[in-house]
């Protein structure tokens, strides 16, 4: 049974910075050869939207525009690890992020692709 574990959410002063994990338990270590796992987000009474996607056999990442050039995800399969780093956070990246994974996701940037998600973690940004 494939269980995804988000950690590392707070509460920020804009311009701050968090460090989102996510760890993959039962995922199979064949899976990182193919399909994608991603950072999704979910603002109060907004639908969820893809922050941040990675292609853990080629490394390959892809970004929302509103993130880009501020946030980084980066994975580490010996450790079943995923990572988000947050810099120069601002009131609107707010929201429930949560980790998603599918060994057999084809476009990294669609929700509907993932069929593994974590709980979430909470991300507050004051301004």
């Known amino acids: 049974q494939v269980k995804l574990v988000e950690s590392g959410g707070g509460s920020v002063q804009a311009g701050g910075s968090l460090r989102l994990s996510c760890v993959a338990s039962g995922y199979r270590r064949s899976w990182y050869s193919s399909g994608y796992m991603a950072w999704f987000r979910q603002a109060l009474g907004k639908e969820r939207e893809v922050v941040a996607a990675i292609y853990p056999a080629g490394g390959q990442t892809y970004y929302y525009d509103s993130v880009k050039g501020r946030f980084t995800i980066s994975h580490d399969n010996a450790n079943n690890m995923m990572y988000l780093q947050m810099n120069f956070l601002k009131p609107e990246d707010a929201g429930m992020y949560y980790c998603?994974?599918?060994?057999?996701?084809?476009?990294?940037?669609?929700?509907?692709?993932?069929?593994?998600w974590g709980q979430g973690t909470q991300v507050t940004v004051s301004s």
């Open positions: 998603a994974a599918d060994p057999y996701a084809a476009q990294p940037l669609v929700r509907t692709e993932y069929r593994y």
